[in-house]
């Protein structure tokens, strides 16, 4: 599942490289997948690490993307 996502975000997001996603299990997290998600941003001559968080509800297929918390940067 987390090689299907970052090959969906490095497919349609070409200014992200070096994608990496990892499924992160939080207790009491009931029906829902949380990933935390790290790049690195490549803008013409700069580039710059980047992380966010990404939270998917199967039951409802709704999604939710956010800047990664200080904490797991």
């Known amino acids: ?5 970052e090959q969906t975000i490095a497919r349609h997001e070409p200014r992200l490289r070096n994608v990496r996603a990892s499924l992160e299990m939080e207790d009491g997290s009931t029906n829902r997948l949380n990933f935390a998600i790290a790049a690195l941003l490549v ?7 980047v992380s ?5 509800q199967p039951s409802s297929l709704q999604y939710s993307i956010t800047k990664c918390t200080a904490a797991r940067r």
Do not use: K
């Open 1 to 5: 599942m987390c090689r299907s996502l």
């Open 52 to 56: 966010f968080d990404a939270v998917l």
């Open 43 to 49: 803008l013409e001559a700069a580039q710059e690490p």
